[in-house]
């Protein structure tokens, strides 16, 4: 057994995916960082995920999702605001598969997350930037598949069909029942927003 393995702690909980390249297992770090994969749990359960996309391609790096609005830019944690950071001393960027929250800076985590595609991921630019929250066990390279245009956006995008929660560390969970339509109405604004975008490039 590798002795990156050995030095990471057990899991404790786990989802899967439903997507269109198969199912991925994700086996959650529920201890060392409570907060990220409650987020993610309790999203999970809310179906939070499901027909979002995995809006960005870094070949060989990354894949992201978890935002409903399908750039990067949406998604709005269960807390109803950005949490902290929970970082593990056990828990480095060092290997293919590990998923991590997604921000763009300190204490900034929400709803999108990433996938680490390389066998050996730069520690130095990831560590005390992304927290780990679980490991992916299967299909998680043919996310990589696709082509991508200038901005690592996919042409044509993976999605998350459904969710389930194998395995709750969190039995205390409550589903909320309006969260799929708040994620309606943001689907519904988006798709406004590219209409009104459309009408007034045609009426240059």
Request: glycine fraction near 8%; include cysteine.
């Amino acid at each position: 057994m590798s002795n990156i393995y050995i030095q990471e702690p057990p899991t404790n909980g786990k989802i899967l995916l439903h997507t269109t390249v198969g199912d991925l297992d994700i086996e959650l770090w529920s201890k060392e960082a409570p907060k990220a994969c409650r987020n993610f749990v309790q999203l999970c359960l809310e179906g939070y995920y499901e027909e979002t996309s995995f809006h960005r391609l870094v070949k060989g790096f990354i894949v992201q999702g978890g935002d409903p609005l399908g750039d990067g830019t949406g998604g709005e944690s269960i807390y109803g605001h950005p949490f902290k950071d929970e970082f593990h001393s056990r828990l480095r960027f060092v290997r293919r598969g590990l998923v991590a929250m997604a921000n763009s800076g300190k204490d900034d985590n929400g709803t999108t997350y990433s996938h680490t595609i390389p066998p050996k991921t730069s520690e130095k630019l990831w560590r005390n930037c992304h927290l780990v929250t679980g490991n992916t066990l299967y299909n998680m390279l043919k996310l990589e598949d696709g082509l991508v245009d200038m901005d690592d956006k996919p042409l044509y995008p993976h999605k998350i069909i459904s969710t389930k929660v194998l395995s709750n560390p969190f039995p205390d969970i409550e589903p909320r029942v309006l969260v799929k339509e708040k994620k309606l109405c943001l689907r519904n604004l988006k798709k406004k927003f590219r209409m009104y975008i459309t009408l007034f490039i045609s009426a240059l």
